[in-house]
């Protein structure tokens, strides 16, 4: 979601003649867009401007910002902070940094001229500052311009913004604020336009994506008709087993845009797949068969505690009922270790869970306090060394999962979507399976942005290998 908005605000400017620079030292106007989620990634865009604290002695009137999650969380404090900070955005705003860019680029030119004038020891009057973290109606459609570079196959389309559930160790509905949704016409537009331009694959984004437009737009009562191969539609009557929520109109509307060729979303919370999200899965061909599932603990005393609204078994029979729906599928999950009162047995439900269910990847946090969140001032904290222990062993049982998928794809064949170069070698190309796994190969440039099979050759922890197939 990060990277949609940097991108956006990166559009933004573009559109008013600046021009992206591949080093920061060339930049005049250097923005860093935070994360808020965990600990490490505030101090991490703390430690990066404190940084750029030289390059503004020397060059002063360079524009330096803080833009998203940790700038609303923070706001204005982060002004004392960072001395050399001039721009303070947060995560419904922005849409407004190119307006405050200007008018900061003006002032401190202006000033600028008269500080030169007179001495140039008065640098101190090139200190502005703008802060803007107050909420605005209709926000989560600013995120909806997209600049696409030659060849890009996929992309990104913010469907909604905030969250509504308040999991006791979680800092998202302050800093995104209360869920919010954009139009099903809205979002099935900017994918036709997406789809013009070349893209094949759209990842639809929202902090709880599969409880989409639940407080905007109604549920329709909608039976699929197996036989016939369509949707009977009766909105007057709306039987629990036979509704279609806001999401599923969605995924049904995207789904029937010619040209997308595969649609993923993320990250979706258990508690939203129900019965017409799981029917969904199976009768729309171009969603992806990979789903990633927040599971956060397997111990249900955790998930009490986290106010996460389901238990180990439910997430257990979901996982299942996925599978079922679309045999195939990867499903990869995020687990968190060392919530505040997390016993060995309590860690063991989750080890156990994470053993049964076969994961195709995951991701472990060591549970990270975050300010003003009730999990942070719950008693029981988890010493540092304990979450550290637990992380490594989880991390070791995903990993050998992760493997074993991995190898077992080892002699097949696999539809790609090639992306681009390979980061780690770039002599060889990229792309990712419909499962969203990470394929290598050689092959000439002109695949990029193209749908292949590739024979898989090998397999390490992460990655597959192979042949693209003519
Ligand atoms: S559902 Fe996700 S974004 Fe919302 S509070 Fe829980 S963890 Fe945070």
Not at 11 to 38: F, G, K, P, Q, W
Request: hydrophobic residues 40%; aromatic residues 6%.
């Amino acid at each position: 979601m990060n990277e949609r908005d940097s991108e956006q605000v990166a559009r933004s400017l573009i559109a008013r003649c600046y021009e992206r620079v591949s080093c920061e030292t060339e930049a005049d106007v250097v923005l860093l867009n935070t994360c808020s989620v965990r600990d490490m990634a505030e101090q991490k865009a703390l430690g990066k401007m404190g940084m750029l604290g030289r390059m503004a002695k020397s060059r002063p009137e360079t524009i330096f910002g803080f833009l998203g999650c940790m700038a609303q969380a923070r706001g204005a404090e982060l002004l004392k902070e960072i001395p050399h900070l001039d721009l303070v955005v947060g995560t419904q705003k922005f849409h407004r940094v190119g307006d405050y860019v200007d008018d900061l680029i003006a002032r401190k030119r202006a000033t600028l001229a008269t500080v030169v004038e007179r001495s140039l020891n008065r640098i101190d009057d090139l200190r502005f500052s703008i802060v803007d973290v107050e909420e605005e109606v209709g926000s989560q459609s600013t995120i909806r311009d997209q600049s696409l570079t030659p060849k890009q196959a996929t992309a990104f389309v913010s469907i909604m913004q905030g969250c509504n559930m308040h999991c006791t160790f979680c800092i998202v509905p302050r800093t995104r604020g209360a869920e919010r949704s954009r139009t099903i016409a809205e979002i099935a537009s900017e994918v036709r336009a997406l789809v013009a331009e070349g893209v094949k694959e759209v990842t639809l984004l929202g902090q709880i994506v599969n409880l989409y437009g639940r407080h905007e737009f109604p549920i329709v009562a909608a039976v699929y008709d197996r036989r016939n191969e369509a949707l009977i539609e009766e909105p007057a009557v709306i039987d629990r087993r036979y509704r279609k929520s806001p999401f599923v109109q969605l995924l049904e509307a995207v789904s029937a845009i010619d040209g997308l060729e595969r649609l993923r979303f993320t990250s979706p919370h258990p508690i939203g797949f129900r019965d017409d999200l799981i029917d969904a899965m199976s009768r729309l061909p171009k969603l992806a068969e990979h789903v990633h599932l927040p599971l956060q603990s397997g111990s249900n005393r955790i998930l009490k505690a986290m106010h996460r609204t389901y238990t180990a078994e439910k997430y257990a029979q979901l996982v299942g009922r996925i599978r079922a729906a679309r045999p195939g599928i990867a499903i990869t999950t995020d687990i968190i270790v060392g919530f505040p009162g997390e016993t060995d047995s309590d860690y063991k439900a989750t080890r156990d869970l994470v053993e049964e269910l076969q994961f195709d990847n995951g991701f472990i946090f060591r549970y990270s306090p975050r300010r003003e969140t009730p999990a942070a001032t719950m008693p029981d904290q988890i010493d540092e060394s304990v979450k550290e222990s637990r992380n490594q062993d989880l991390l070791g049982i995903i990993n050998a999962s992760t493997r074993r998928g991995n190898e077992r794809l080892v002699g097949t064949d696999v539809e790609v979507l090639c992306e681009g170069l390979s980061k780690a070698n770039p002599a060889r190309l990229m792309g990712r399976t419909r499962t969203n796994k990470v394929v290598v190969f050689e092959a000439e440039e002109n695949r990029i942005g193209k749908i292949f099979e590739v024979a898989i050759e090998r397999a390490n922890g992460f990655s597959l290998y192979g042949q693209p197939i003519d």
